[in-house]
């Protein structure tokens, strides 16, 4: 009679198990557990949601922009160098709103153009205003391009906190529904813990990327200044030796 006494007791505890994992499944789903969600815990999941949504948008905005800006680079250095004359280069982007070298090369023309209109006398401070003009485009380029950035050096860093906020919610929801019912059955425990879950899932879904692009994209942000430096330099050179020419002449 024991042996039979405990198969039985056994096999009712088994189908307790059974039917509560059964019931918290029916509660394990996504809309599901953000529907049966405390406040607080629906907001840190929103905000970590909103949050995956634009770092992926504007991880998409700076790959589309870097690859375009690299192509305009490549377009400009080939005209550049191509032998084209300075002021006929100077004249098809003025009209513009030129980006990259261009903006460097514009503001630098301008600045050579206007201080020998204006009859300037000192080479040096020519020599030194010219590139204090393509230091300040340079670091408007730089800056064009490094905008939003910085949200995605944050949510990297941040988000991972915030989703362990809403697993420390979710367990501490866990542990009232667990006193509150007086009663460790499966169906009252796993609803708040899969809430845990979740928003430590979607910590890691916006912070991840997040962190990953932000690495990648800070290193071609890098590469690009490192070219608009280089162009900046060689054009410094090219007018130093047309400003040199020019008072050897006048002199």
């Known amino acids: ?58 991880i998409v905005d700076k790959v589309i922009l870097y690859a375009r800006t690299r192509k305009q680079l490549d377009r400009f250095e080939e005209v550049f160098w191509s032998g084209r004359s300075l002021e006929e280069l100077y004249r098809s982007l003025a009209d513009r709103t030129p980006t990259g070298m261009g903006a460097l090369f514009v503001s630098a023309m301008r600045e050579w153009k206007k201080s020998y209109e204006r009859g300037a006398s000192s080479p040096i401070g020519l020599q030194a205003r010219i590139e204090k003009v393509m230091d300040v485009s340079l670091a408007r380029e730089i800056d064009r391009l490094e905008r939003r950035l910085g949200f995605l050096a944050s949510v990297g860093s ?9 697993t420390v919610i979710g367990i501490m929801t866990s542990f009232q529904a667990i006193a509150g019912s007086k009663s460790t059955n499966l169906a009252v425990v796993a609803p708040g813990i899969a809430e845990a879950l979740m928003a430590t899932a979607l910590g890691l879904l916006a912070a991840i990327p997040a962190l990953v692009a932000y690495n990648k994209l800070s290193n071609d942000v890098a590469k690009i200044a490192a070219r608009l430096e280089g162009f900046a330099d060689e054009f410094s050179a090219i007018l130093s030796r047309q400003i040199d020419e020019r008072t050897g002449r006048q002199g």
Not at 31 to 50: D, E, P, R, S
Not at 158 to 166: K, N, T
């Open 158 to 166: 941040v988000a991972v906190y915030v989703g362990l906020f809403g």
């Open 1 to 58: 009679m024991n042996g039979i006494s405990i198969l039985a007791v056994a096999a009712a505890f088994a189908q307790g198990v059974e039917s509560g994992g059964l019931e918290a499944a029916g509660d394990v789903t996504l809309l599901g557990l953000f529907l049966q969600a405390g406040l607080i815990v629906k907001l840190v999941m929103i905000g970590l949601l909103a949050a995956s949504i634009w770092t992926w948008a504007i």
